[in-house]
């Protein structure tokens, strides 16, 4: 059984963006997560992985609400979640990004209509400036600016993971969720993408969950990984885990595929240190 | 913490300098007034007047679409210097800066263009529909005669399981509206041949009406709504999941698997609910003739024998399959001119049922044409 909770304490006087105390989730009877304590810290991007049907995507709604949790608190922006309705919820919501799985774009709308929804709703903003806004964005997460008056049906599949977390950006999120990604991208594509995410989170000073199952985005973007083991969540940078030594965390790390990524990165570091 | 976002021109050195204070992010932008921030775009559009420093230390929160609005005000300013307090928020400007979007020209609608080329899509997407259904309709014969030489592609389990969703499932509210229909008819049969002493010539109204047109026609329009639609949108969402690529991959052809299982059970049904619907109605006129006329059962339907020729029914029942044919192949045409999205299964099945209602209309008036050139 997996203990759970963080390894080591990271918090470096940060400021706490997400807390998670006691948290249980379930489907009927079926128990998903269960004491689950969790913690990120304003500007870091913390991983969050586990094997096939150990509840990430539902972890993922349920912070953002669209799961209740059975038990337990979750505060986000040091806002407990449970007790927010109606304006301060909207509020809330207003500064967390979601970057859903495909994407999640409104079909019936353009790219830049789907990155103005949320700015209109929330910022009330004139058409002129919005629109200047989402041309912005579209250039920042590296789209050809032509792509704004495209329909999400007319892009391919990475184009629109980076035009669904144009959306995602839209009003400059404190907290931003990602769900897989670079599920789908080729290597190069994916490669790309977590140089973005990296450059985004500094440069906006986000803090980023992102669940994914690519070890190199483990590797290259995040500070600290998050590991659902036996419906607890464990919690530390790889290092941390490796030594923590569960069986499944180190299968995931020290498998093929994990000597392959960390090796890539050895080499990337060390490349990048000459 | 929500300070509004306040900014003056200055001179500094000779130098005109952008100084810019309080919370300038997404959502306090609108309190700068519209018309105050676009009068000062407008006065710092020539060059000479530009300023060539932003001061943004005593703003106290930043993000992006603030940074952009502070371009904005410094007229562009892809070269302006930024001045700030803290490392984070002149990283901010630069990024917006060095990403830095000329405002995208208001997309520009001229209206006779756009009539002129809405109007000739148009055209152009009724010309290919006919094309497609014609080779849609030609696909479906072939892959049915070719059927018809090995019974077993003609897959009864299919077609008894669409059989139960078409025809079971319908009967209620096919019968119910029938009914009615066959009391409303009675009722205003009666009211107005009263008044030329004709009022047992209602049950000719009601046996007629029935059998030829509204039986038959009804239970079209309620087997559109509910068989036609329901065809669209299934295929619809495999083809929107790529199932229909898949079974085309693994050397299925979707016609036989799909199509002519549907359209044979709508074939099969719909006599069968037109006959029920015909029952119904019979038994609402009979029912309203009992409560308005003192007939009794058994005179309304002595009289119905008498009366009403037996070819009247035929030509409700003759018509029946055609209109099943056609709207099931209606509803799988449509739903295999599926692409992409959500929205498009939407779009679809309304022109489905759209489609279906319109074509069993014109049928219904071919056919009115040739039993009235056949006598019958």
Request: overall charge negative.
């Amino acid at each position: 059984m997996a203990e759970g909770g963080q390894l080591v304490d990271h918090r470096n006087d940060r400021d706490v963006v997400l807390s998670l105390r006691d948290v249980r989730t379930q489907f009927g009877d079926h128990v998903i997560h269960d004491r689950l304590d969790f913690d990120m810290f304003r500007g870091e991007v913390v991983g969050l992985v586990g094997g096939s049907g150990t509840g990430k995507s539902v972890l993922l709604r349920t912070i953002i609400g669209l799961n209740p949790a059975r038990h337990g608190q979750i505060e986000i922006l040091g806002m407990n979640t449970r007790h927010l309705h109606g304006k301060a919820e909207r509020s809330l919501q207003a500064h967390l990004g979601v970057q859903f799985q495909d994407g999640a774009l409104f079909s019936s709308l353009t790219v830049a209509e789907n990155i103005m929804v949320p700015i209109r709703e929330h910022a009330g903003l004139d058409e002129e400036d919005m629109r200047c806004i989402a041309a912005l964005k579209i250039a920042l997460v590296g789209l050809p600016a032509d792509t704004g008056e495209k329909k999400p049906s007319e892009l391919s599949g990475g184009m629109r993971k980076r035009a669904s977390l144009a959306r995602a950006l839209a009003l400059d999120p404190e907290l931003l969720f990602l769900d897989e990604p670079t599920a789908g991208l080729d290597p190069i594509g994916a490669t790309h993408y977590d140089e973005l995410v990296r450059d985004l989170q500094r440069n906006l000073g986000l803090s980023v969950l992102m669940v994914t199952h690519d070890l190199d985005s483990l590797y290259a973007v995040c500070d600290r990984v998050a590991v659902l083991l036996d419906k607890r969540v464990v919690v530390g940078t790889i290092d941390e885990l490796l030594a923590y030594g569960h069986p499944w965390v180190l299968e995931y790390f020290r498998g093929p595929r994990g000597r392959a990524a960390a090796s890539g990165q050895e080499r990337k570091a060390a490349f990048n240190g000459k | 913490m929500s300070s509004a976002p306040t900014f003056k021109y200055v001179e500094q050195g000779g130098a005109s300098v952008l100084e810019a204070a309080g919370n300038w992010t997404v959502f306090s932008l609108r309190s700068l007034g519209r018309r105050h921030r676009h009068w000062h775009r407008t006065k710092v559009s020539t060059p000479q007047r530009r300023p060539q420093l932003i001061d943004i230390t005593r703003v106290d929160h930043l993000d992006t679409a603030g940074v952009l609005e502070l371009l904005h005000l410094a007229g562009g300013g892809q070269d302006a210097d930024v001045r700030a307090r803290e490392e984070g928020q002149a990283d901010l400007f630069r990024v917006v800066q060095s990403h830095g979007v000329e405002t995208p020209p208001e997309p520009h609608v001229d209206w006779l263009s756009h009539f002129l080329a809405e109007v000739g899509h148009g055209v152009l997407h009724i010309y290919r529909q006919i094309i497609a259904l014609c080779a849609f309709f030609g696909e479906t014969l072939v892959v049915a005669a070719g059927a018809l030489t090995q019974p077993k592609r003609f897959r009864p389990a299919a077609i008894v399981r669409q059989m139960y969703d078409v025809w079971v499932k319908a009967l209620v509210i096919v019968g119910v509206l029938c009914f009615l229909i066959g009391v409303v008819i009675a009722y205003q049969g009666v009211q107005q041949l009263r008044q030329f002493g004709a009022e047992t010539f209602t049950v000719e109204a009601v046996g007629i009406g029935i059998f030829r047109e509204l039986g038959v026609l009804l239970t079209a329009i309620i087997v559109a709504g509910r068989s036609g639609s329901a065809f669209t949108a299934q295929i619809g969402t495999m083809q929107v999941n790529q199932e229909v690529d898949a079974m085309r991959a693994m050397g299925l052809n979707p016609i036989e698997w799909l199509v002519l299982p549907r359209i044979l059970a709508l074939v099969i049904s719909m006599p069968l609910l037109v006959f029920w619907g015909d029952m119904a109605g019979l038994l609402g006129g009979a029912v309203a003739c009992s409560v308005y006329l003192d007939f009794t059962f058994v005179q309304f339907f002595a009289r119905l024998r008498d009366t009403v020729g037996i070819w009247h029914f035929y030509t409700g029942m003759i018509k029946a399959p055609v209109f099943g044919m056609i709207i099931a192949a209606i509803g799988c045409f449509e739903g295999l001119q599926v692409r992409g999205s959500a929205e498009s299964v939407g779009q679809l099945t309304t022109r489905s049922v759209v489609e279906s209602i319109f074509f069993v209309i014109v049928l219904d008036a071919v056919f009115s044409i040739i039993f009235l050139l056949s006598g019958v």
